[in-house]
């Protein structure tokens, strides 16, 4: 009887709610150190990323490789549309083109999704100790034996590259000193350490527009949105000279079904065009320049074989 009564007991107590699957976030991987404009547009766009999807939205950064590390990492998750990545020129375009080249070729492992933002090279120099002008920087080069030392991102980065190929349209001695990344290329330009640099224009901005450094001209065809005072470097002496402007774009793993890519790219699309998300890229000084994935998809075949024929023609040692 008494054992009876406990099992009616424990029958009739409420039974203890089911334990409920922790919800997965979304990660957005940036192959890159953070405070960039890479790392700015994968923060820009998280947060509405997430609020659409009623997931929480994890920017993770990645850096190594000149970018290729992360993208690595990202052709490597789970193809469920929960892993993203940014991505950008150097890693996706030129390094898999480079002579002699080992460089995995990312646009084989991983699915466009969207480009998201232009971001401008500008050629700078020290107000003090730098040419005024490009076409002052091609006399100075061309006068003196040692050439024109300018500063870089680093070896065969898009800004190298620019200087390289200005230098093949104009023949001028530019002789490149490699840095680490924008930031430390401006801070020894700014301390009078080199007299020219090629880096972004989100790195170099703030110091132009306080007079520390001189924007000589942007490298693309056409002048950017984000900064339309400054002159392209064709406008300013050398006609003709030019090149599309490096971006950022938004990845997945390859497998990642076609419908779940073509939804994010819609989802970004609407967000890129929210007056809350072009304000916060003014800091940046880039250009909201939103593709879905097929556009871009055409976008990459065509830059892709644009700088191949670059580098074949620039004759590059390795």
């Not at 300018?150 to 002789?175: D, I, P, R």
Request: charged share 15%; net charge positive.
């Amino acid at each position: 009887m008494l054992m009876r009564a406990l099992l009616t007991t424990v029958l009739l107590l409420p039974a203890p709610a089911l334990a409920q699957p922790a919800q997965k976030s979304i990660r957005i991987i940036v192959p890159f150190a953070p405070g960039a404009s890479a790392d700015g547009i994968a923060r820009a766009i998280s947060i509405d990323l997430g609020k659409r999807a009623g997931k929480t939205v994890v920017v993770e950064n990645m850096p190594g490789a000149g970018g290729t590390a992360g993208l690595l990492a990202l052709s490597k998750s789970p193809p469920d549309g929960d892993t993203l990545g940014v991505g950008a020129t150097g890693a996706l375009l030129i390094n898999p083109n480079l002579p002699n080249s080992n460089a995995p070729d990312l646009l084989r492992d991983l699915v466009p999704v969207a480009k998201l933002i232009e971001v401008g090279i500008v050629v700078v120099a020290n107000p003090k100790t730098g040419p005024s002008s490009i076409k002052d920087l091609i006399a100075r080069a061309k006068a003196s034996p040692q050439g024109l030392s300018y500063g870089s991102t680093g070896v065969n980065t898009g800004q190298h590259l620019t200087m390289e190929m200005l230098k093949a349209h104009t023949g001028a001695n530019l002789v490149h000193i490699p840095y680490r990344g924008s930031a430390p290329a401006i801070v020894d330009l700014v301390a009078g350490q080199i007299p020219v640099a090629a880096v972004d224009i989100t790195s170099a901005y703030p110091h132009i527009v306080n007079g520390r450094a001189i924007a000589l001209g942007m490298a693309e065809f056409r002048r950017s949105k984000a900064a339309p005072e400054i002159p392209t470097i064709g406008e300013s002496g050398v006609p003709g000279f030019g090149r599309a402007g490096g971006f950022i774009g938004l990845f997945a793993p390859r497998a990642v079904p076609p419908a779940v890519v073509t939804r994010i790219s819609a989802e970004v699309g609407q967000i890129l065009a929210s007056p809350a998300v072009l304000a916060s890229l003014r800091p940046l000084t880039v250009s909201a320049a939103y593709e879905d994935e097929v556009q871009f998809a055409k976008f990459l075949a065509a830059e892709r074989a644009r700088w191949k024929a670059t580098l074949q023609s620039l004759k590059l040692s390795k």
